[in-house]
């Protein structure tokens, strides 16, 4: 008995112990643990549960929670003010939130609040044209859907932002979307998430006078993001389609984006109307890209890399444009009009297809040094031993072609071609060329088809290893006449025609041979089949134009043209 009494005594001491010891803990705010439900009725509210009072017109969540919501309120708010630092969910099942003097739906202060768009639902918030304020030092809340704190967007429901004053859906922290089909219209930017915009999925609509999507942290290089996972994006943008202050990376989507009017459109110098718009990189994976802007098509203040990927670009400035570097890796881009096609200081086009037509340069490298132009003499070669700017075009693969006004492939430094299709349509006016360069032309491998004007004709230097020929014709060849270059045993080595009026071809291919004559005739008909006015048939029945004998890595003939340039910025 006495035993059993003392382990008795001793089993109460264990607990007593416990006892104190949990009563010792930190108590954590847990907020409203059950989903309490709030119903909308014109002006009036109700609420069954905790965490959530009514004043008027005007709800006020202050415990974190789940809270679902429904009916309509005519004039009012909802403010989510707690500072508990568990999570509040909000639960839109068939509402509609409308302010006249504010935004319907604020998020003044909480540890991050979850947006969740109920399934076969239709959602609506509406703000006020003109915001009152309490004092004229405050201007928060300035979008319909604003959050001081982390707002995360999910479900399959919809959601219909009308923003009549500023922005439609803003968080001034972070702003991730997982899903729902969400349609903006917005006096000014579409949606923003001032540290970071991250979008995963769903079907966003946004129809803005300023950008579409935004990040716009300035303050940390490491802010100011946009990643996007995949959705469907249609977007029309008075500004920037997708605006990131730093880093744009896109993994995946489909994406119909318009800015600034498209690219028929003309803006103010000042003015911004890019369609995907990157302060430091612009990184595109993969997706399906309908891009039609005023400005850039594709922008980054430093660098772009393209991976992947399907994009029909209209431009009315540069259709890809990066400061400092582009990278193409992979990909179809279809450039149907530009002022300049790509253009940066260092471009590398290693694999993909790439067509492009520009009113200027089709791709433009350069480094704003400028430079002077050096005359050849006929049946001299182009580039040789010259100091030109810094730019760098390096052709590693890929397929290419060019239709440009202005220069075909223009750098103000240096070219590398190792490998890939480039064929060049160029001006017809004899002030540009279908190839210019003032730093050199290395070519070790690929193919090379350009035509256009004669004054300023240039081809692969003496550095290179592969074979090339230039000529120019003894008149101008009018678009569409079949181009013909055989061997000296009657074999078709090239058989093109040509999209507008040219004066000069330059070729090179693994197919020439050293010490072996070339002819160059035009007119004939063509058989077989052609991609980009290139037939894989022969021409029968043209017209020597001439013939040229590679005695040198590079030889060039004048055709009574009266002489080449090369050299030129």
Do not use: C, W
């Amino acid at each position: 008995m006495k035993r059993n009494i003392l382990s008795i005594l001793a089993i109460a001491g264990v607990l007593a112990l416990l006892i104190v010891a949990l009563g010792s803990q930190p108590t954590i705010a847990q907020g409203n643990t059950l989903e309490t439900s709030i119903t909308f009725d014109g002006t009036q509210i109700s609420v069954d549960g905790a965490g959530a009072v009514a004043n008027g017109s005007t709800l006020v969540i202050s415990s974190a929670g789940s809270y679902r919501m429904s009916g309509t309120l005519t004039d009012g708010q909802v403010i989510v003010d707690t500072d508990d630092t568990q999570p509040v969910t909000l639960i839109l099942d068939s509402v509609s939130l409308s302010s006249a003097t504010s935004a319907p739906l604020y998020v003044k202060e909480a540890e991050s609040v979850t947006l969740s768009l109920a399934e076969g639902t239709a959602n609506t918030l509406a703000d006020a044209a003109t915001y009152v304020y309490a004092s004229a030092d405050e201007d928060e809340p300035n979008a319909a859907l604003f959050s001081d704190d982390d707002l995360t967007i999910d479900g399959s429901g919809s959601l219909t932002v009308t923003a009549n004053f500023n922005d439609g859906i803003t968080s001034k922290d972070t702003l991730t979307i997982n899903g729902g089909q969400i349609t903006v219209t917005a006096v000014d930017d579409g949606i923003r998430g001032k540290d970071s915009l991250t979008i995963n999925g769903g079907e966003i609509t946004v129809t803005s006078g300023g950008d579409g999507l935004k990040s716009d942290n300035e303050e940390d290089a490491a802010l100011g993001t946009i990643t996007i996972g995949g959705g469907t994006f249609n977007i029309r943008a008075g500004g920037d389609a997708v605006q990131a202050e730093t880093t744009l990376t896109i993994h995946d989507g489909v994406f119909n984006l318009e800015a600034g009017g498209g690219s028929g459109n003309v803006i103010a110098e000042d003015d911004s109307a890019k369609g995907l718009k990157a302060g430091t990189a612009l990184i595109v994976e993969s997706g399906v890209f309908a891009v039609n802007a005023a400005d850039d098509t594709l922008h980054a203040n430093e660098s772009i890399v393209i991976n992947g990927g399907s994009f029909s670009l209209a431009s009315g400035d540069d259709a890809v444009h990066a400061d400092t570097s582009i990278e193409i890796n992979d990909g179809e881009i279809s450039i149907a009009t530009s002022y300049e096609g790509i253009e940066s200081l260092n471009i590398a086009l290693n694999g993909g297809t790439i067509h492009l037509v520009a009113s200027d340069d089709g791709i433009n490298g350069s480094d704003g040094s400028g430079g002077g132009e050096m005359p050849f003499g006929q049946g001299q070669r182009g580039g040789m031993g010259m100091t030109g700017g810094t730019a760098v075009l390096t052709i590693n693969g890929g397929y290419i072609y060019v239709d440009a006004e202005g220069d075909g492939v223009d750098v103000n430094g240096s070219v590398t071609m190792t490998g890939g299709m480039l064929i060049v349509n160029g001006p017809t006016n004899s002030g540009n060329g279908a190839l210019d360069y003032d730093g050199g032309f290395s070519l070790s491998g690929g193919t090379i088809i350009a035509v256009g004007s004669a004054g300023m004709m240039q081809a692969p230097d003496n550095s290179s290893s592969q074979l090339s020929l230039a000529m120019g014709f003894s008149s101008a060849v009018q678009a569409g006449t079949p181009i013909s270059i055989t061997d000296s045993s009657g074999q078709t080595i090239l058989s093109f025609i040509p999209a507008k009026q040219v004066q000069s071809i330059v070729y090179s291919s693994a197919a020439l041979q050293q010490g072996e004559t070339y002819t160059i005739s035009l007119g004939g008909s063509v058989d077989g089949q052609a991609v980009d006015g290139v037939y894989d048939g022969a021409i029968s029945g043209g017209t020597s134009d001439g013939t040229l004998t590679l005695t040198d890595i590079t030889t060039m003939q004048g055709g009574g043209m009266g002489g080449f340039r090369g050299g030129r910025p």
